[in-house]
């Protein structure tokens, strides 16, 4: 199945999350926006550290990925922040 | 690599005046010139420049199919192209704004973004200041003139360099931004447009309405407090922005990445 959800963040910026999931895995997953990430290859090591990830994955766990990835590229996140993101992916299943 | 200076203003600066370019060129110059102030072979620079054709730019991070109206931009002789910066979809009319970019060596400036993004909006607002025109930087990277955007900035940061672009508005026509643009809920597509007409001015809005006039103040804004000297692209900038136009800003896998 595929999810699509957009979400402006409060004093931030406007974020569109899409992603393919199944009963098991999520998969194909985009998070898209007028943000800003430096260094910008960060996006596709976040996009990266959540593909495959089970379908149950909550909120924290997702998280936790995302800035495991920020992290690894010492990446700056502007307009966005990993929980925003990981709440909205979390919404994206579930509705 | 050259000495690094402290700040913009112990800076020798190049500045390359207004030029129009395609879309790719224009982003393509911004890339090659970033490389050679990297290798020290050229000053810091500031470019102004404008689009022909007409063009959309969206942000690094957007999906081009949920941003622009493709089939449309194609209809009415739009380009479209991929920034290397992050921030949001933004139509370049050949006739309705000017372009500007400042390369340099991310040292110059604050190291937090944010306020690296006021220290050049400060250039724009001096230049808006000659025209009569009093902006206001908004974080995180607006500017606006009574509450309304009348420029948007975006910048990115690699290998030491901070390469800074942003458009200034002379006159806007949001129904023709918006055949181009689209919007999160096409559903809500004539609300947003009837909103953001609301949020968004041009100069020729605020008696500014000669374009060679709105170029002179922001230039004059831009080389106050600057050792600046006019200049043109070297040979190695020229012939590899050719190359970039080519072979990535002109092409399906740049610009429809996401």
């Not at chain 2, 020290?40 to 689009?51: A, E, H, K, L, Q």
């Amino acid at each position: 199945m595929h999810a699509e959800i957009t979400h402006k963040i409060p004093q931030g910026k406007l974020v569109r999350i899409s992603l393919d999931y199944d009963t098991t895995i999520l998969q194909n997953i985009k998070i898209c926006g007028d943000f800003f990430i430096h260094p910008e290859e960060t996006i596709e090591e976040m996009e990266l550290a959540l593909n495959h990830l089970p379908v149950e994955a909550g909120e924290v766990r997702i998280k936790h990925l995302l800035d495991l990835a920020v992290e690894k590229k010492h990446a700056q996140l502007i307009g966005i922040d990993t929980q925003s993101v990981a709440k909205l992916i979390h919404e994206a299943i579930l509705q | 690599m050259n000495a690094k200076p402290a700040t913009s203003n112990e800076t020798n600066w190049r500045l390359i005046p207004l030029e129009t370019n395609t879309a790719a060129m224009n982003m393509a110059l911004d890339e090659a010139c970033a490389h050679e102030v990297i290798l020290g072979n050229v000053s810091p620079t500031i470019r102004f420049y404008r689009w022909k054709p007409s063009a959309v730019t969206i942000g690094y991070f957007q999906s081009l199919e949920q941003e622009v109206d493709v089939k449309e931009c194609a209809k009415q002789g739009v380009d479209i192209v991929r920034r290397r910066t992050g921030g949001g979809a933004v139509y370049h009319d050949y006739a309705g704004e000017i372009t500007y970019s400042v390369i340099a060596p991310e040292k110059m400036f604050a190291n937090n973004i944010v306020e690296s993004y006021q220290q050049v909006a400060e250039w724009i607002i001096a230049g808006l200041g000659k025209l009569n025109v009093k902006a206001e930087f908004v974080p995180i990277n607006d500017l606006v003139v009574s509450g309304k955007k009348i420029s948007g900035n975006a910048q990115t940061r690699r290998s030491g360099i901070l390469q800074m672009h942003g458009t200034i508005l002379c006159d806007v026509d949001v129904d023709k931004m918006f055949s181009l643009l689209r919007v999160p809920d096409e559903k809500m597509k004539g609300k947003t447009i009837t909103m953001v007409k609301e949020r968004v001015t041009s100069l020729k809005q605020h008696g500014a309405d000669d374009y060679t006039k709105i170029y002179h103040a922001l230039h004059e804004g831009f080389i106050e407090n600057k050792k600046i000297t006019e200049g043109k692209w070297t040979k190695e900038e020229k012939q590899n922005a050719q190359i970039l136009a080519e072979e990535k800003y002109s092409a399906q896998k740049w610009v429809g990445m996401r």
